[in-house]
Every structure is written in structure tokens, then in C-alpha cells.
């Protein structure tokens, strides 16, 4: 097949025709970027009730908030899911009402903007979760020891 046949072949096509509006993209974009921000706050809001309402009994490797102190005994492993439901509760209520506060504000925003904007919460987000999960460490080594039993009142 020559140059000139394919010319011949491509003479009335028209690429613009494949590609999708801009105002549909951009709304899928919109929509892509609420779900990215809205995600961790959600999963925060449920593993914290779920730890708080209905937490795994013993301690295991499937389901529950692990750490070293809190898997040691069975009262250290409930008081880690107790508190890691207060906790992640607590900030899964407070990120969900702020991340959604700032998705509404999504349609007033540029593109770029918007994007950016969704990476901000996303590192925030991040970096609150890592605290949150510091903070139950601290809290369990505190209350037990390595061994899972009570520390001494000094």
C-alpha cells in the first residue's frame, strides 16, 4: 500500500469525532476527584466504628488494629481496638465534614486548580491518618507493657 492510498483511505476522517466533549471530561474528572478526596475519610469513619462497635474479639492477623503492645494480651488487644475506634472515628467525623466542604467547592474551580487542591487533602489526609495511628501507639504503650500487662502507677 502506497502514500497516496492512504491518503485516499484517511481523506474523510475525522478524529475530532472520537474524542469525547470537554465539559464531559472535565465533569469526570470533578467526579474522580471528590471520590479520591471522599475516600479516606469514609474508610476512616468506617474502620473506626466498626473497631468501636463490633471489634474482632481475639487478637488476629485478619482484621483489627495491630501493634505490638495491643496484640501481647487479650485486654491490651481491646483497649487498642477500643481506642483506635475513638480515635479513627473522631477523625473520620471531622475529615468527612471538611472534605466535603471542599469538594462542594470544586465546581468554582479551575481544573488545575481543582486537581491540586485534591492532592493538598490528599497528603493532609495522609499525614493526619499517620498521626492518628502514632497516637494509638502511644497510647497502648503507655497502658501496657510488651507483655500486655498493665504498667506499674510510679
Not at 40 to 68: D, Q
Not at 108 to 115: A, C, G, S, T
Amino acid at each position: 500500500m502506497n502514500l497516496d492510498a492512504l491518503k485516499i483511505l484517511f481523506e474523510d476522517f475525522d478524529i475530532a469525532a472520537f474524542l469525547p466533549e470537554l465539559s464531559a471530561l472535565l465533569g469526570w474528572i470533578e467526579l474522580i476527584l471528590r471520590l479520591i478526596v471522599m475516600a479516606t475519610p469514609l474508610l476512616l469513619l468506617f474502620f473506626g466504628l466498626l473497631y468501636l462497635l463490633a471489634p474482632p474479639k481475639e487478637a488476629n492477623y485478619g482484621l483489627g488494629y495491630r501493634c505490638w503492645w495491643g496484640m501481647a494480651s487479650l485486654e491490651s488487644w481491646q483497649y487498642t481496638q477500643r481506642i483506635a475506634g475513638l480515635i479513627w472515628t473522631a477523625l473520620g467525623v471531622a475529615l468527612t465534614i471538611i472534605m466535603a466542604l471542599i469538594c462542594n467547592a470544586f465546581r468554582r474551580m479551575e481544573p488545575m486548580d481543582m486537581v491540586w487542591t485534591a492532592v493538598g487533602c490528599m497528603i493532609w489526609e495522609l499525614v493526619l491518618t499517620v498521626a492518628s495511628c502514632v497516637a494509638v501507639n502511644v497510647l497502648v504503650i503507655l497502658k501496657f507493657d510488651k507483655n500486655g500487662y498493665h504498667r506499674e502507677k510510679e
